[in-house]
């Protein structure tokens, strides 16, 4: 198989804080010199949330801003992906920053339990997010947690209401929603390819998952995700000493399976991206 792949790196998230391990990047400055390094490691995509002085989750326009200035400054061509998650923020605030006009953003198209909550995407805001993108020509990333998201994902671009390039994420290892198995993941990577053979897909695994998801999304053909948002250790002993680490053991894996790692200029044209 000699398909470029893919690595987004998930630098920061709106959970994991210093406490949980030192790495996290929680500053503008520590997020861009964190994801300089997973750039140089392999990472074509930084999937970007902000934070608070107080470590809080944040949707601060003015901070997106000025890591975007930073991520384009430092990491030459790289796909800049702001989150519009949950955690950061309520309603429509958390699409404040789309008019900065970033590469990508993350979408989510449905509902679902979380450990301790139900992430809330109701159609209305899910359908104001994707107009916003249309609006800014941002292509989104769909983050898909159960089948449902998957299928209406793709009825959705069918429809011209997600904009761009299909691209969907399959989200694995939260608990109270889909947890690693090998035979759902299959039927993920089997329903892209019978109802939307034009798409991209990718994946991302939770916590002890993400090696584990890392190496299904390679071998498979796919795009995959790694970083402290997800996981903050190397294995059960060992913390992860930084984003770049994670990203550079997916890395192997590409090497393992014969998978180039794509380079940004790669990474944009598979995703139908406008050039850096």
């Known amino acids: 198989m000699t398909k470029p792949c893919i690595l987004c790196c998930a630098i920061t998230g ?4 210093k406490a949980n391990n030192p790495a996290v990047p929680i500053t503008v400055s520590e997020q861009i010199e964190s994801s300089h390094a997973a750039y140089e490691a392999g990472a074509s995509i930084i999937h970007a949330h902000v934070r608070n002085d107080d470590e809080t989750p944040s949707s601060d326009p003015e901070k997106f801003a000025r890591l975007k200035e930073g991520l384009e400054t430092h990491c030459p061509g790289v796909i800049v992906q702001f989150s519009t998650g949950g955690r950061s923020g309520a309603g429509r605030t958390r699409g404040g920053m789309l008019p900065l006009g970033p590469d990508m953003a993350s979408l989510s198209v449905g509902s679902n339990n ?18 916003e993108m249309r609006a800014h020509d941002i292509t989104p990333e769909v983050e898909a947690f159960d089948l449902s998201h998957i299928l209406q994902a793709i009825r959705l671009h069918d429809a011209g209401t997600l904009p761009g390039t299909l691209y969907v994420q399959f989200v694995m290892g939260v608990k109270n929603a889909m947890p690693v198995d090998r035979e759902v993941f299959d039927f993920y990577v ?4 019978s109802r939307a053979p034009k798409a991209e897909w990718c994946a991302a695994g939770i916590g002890a998952a993400q090696l584990t998801i ?3 999304a390679i071998a498979a053909g796919g795009h995959t995700r790694a970083g402290l948002e997800d996981n903050v250790r190397l294995d059960r002993d060992r913390l992860a000493p930084s984003n770049a ?4 053991r997916a890395a192997e894996l590409c090497a393992k399976y014969d998978r180039p790692v ?4 790669q990474a944009r044209q598979m995703l139908g991206l406008r050039p850096a």
């Not at 089997?190 to 390819?193: I, L």
């Open 14 to 17: 709106s959970l994991p804080t």
């Open 114 to 131: 979380f450990p301790t909550r139900v992430y809330e995407n109701p159609p209305d805001l899910v359908d104001w997010l994707a107009s």
């Open 190 to 193: 089997h329903t892209m390819q």
């Open 214 to 216: 890392n190496e299904w």
């Open 245 to 248: 680490a994670l990203i550079a």
């Open 262 to 265: 794509a380079t940004p200029a």
